[in-house]
T-cell receptor, first 109, second 117 residues
């Protein structure tokens, strides 16, 4: 069965510091990975997906099949990055999503 | 962008009663809608997948007779929690996905907080 692991419940960094939110997955098929973000009092929204290979709000994530990882990175954290981040794995023809437990990112001044 | 609404945003009901939650795609046709459940400080757990005009597919461990899902149109899906009990208290979130060509991205609703007393 598929699984997504986010080892850190809370990550606190200072403004301007680099950020890395870890995500590991287990899935026997070909994975499609996503990062979703939830800002305070807002709904869940897509941040980026690995197939797009794009940078959104300065965030990037590279799929490493050898390490089964999809870590989210940003070189310089901003205060507005403070939010809950969920890593998700899409499986099956119906594109069902399996979510990790989430990491709360707190960017301090 | 694509918007998904949920109604109500919160509801309190007595044990034994039924509660209906609506999920609507406001500006696109959603061929597939998903229902999730989220407990405090925990992740989203997929409950079921519903395709317009067909029966919902439930995840293992989810009682289909307790959580009735109807996806009668391309813009509306409903989740009815029947004979609710306090352990059904949770945050219920729906998402909607358009058809082929829409990128298959899921758009999430704001969630519905259900409290069963």
């Amino acid at each position: 069965a598929q699984r997504v692991t986010q080892p850190e419940k809370l990550l606190s960094v200072f403004k301007g510091a680099p950020v890395e939110l870890k995500c590991n997955y287990s899935y026997s098929g070909s994975p499609e990975l996503f990062w979703y973000v939830q800002y305070s009092r807002q709904r869940l929204q897509l941040l980026l997906r690995h197939i797009s290979r794009e940078s959104i709000k300065g965030f990037t994530a590279d799929l490493n099949k050898g390490e089964t990882s999809f870590h989210l990175k940003k070189p310089f954290a901003q205060e507005e990055d403070s939010a809950m981040y969920y890593c998700a794995l899409s499986t099956g023809g119906g594109n069902k999503l399996t979510f990790g437990t989430g990491t709360q990112l707190k960017v301090e001044l | 962008g694509a918007v998904v609404s949920q109604h109500p945003s919160w509801v309190i009901c007595k044990s034994g009663t039924s509660v209906k939650i609506e999920c609507r795609s406001l500006d696109f046709q959603a061929t597939t809608m998903f229902w999730y459940r989220q407990f405090p400080k925990q992740s989203l757990m997929l409950m079921a997948t519903s395709n317009e005009g067909s029966k919902a597919t439930y995840e293992q461990g989810v009682e289909k007779d307790k959580f009735l899902i109807n996806h009668a149109s391309l813009t509306l899906s409903t989740l009815t929690v029947t004979s609710a009990h306090p352990e059904d208290s949770s945050f219920y979130i729906c998402s909607a996905r358009g058809g082929y060509g829409s990128g298959n991205e899921q758009y999430f609703g704001p969630g519905t907080r259900l409290t069963v007393t």
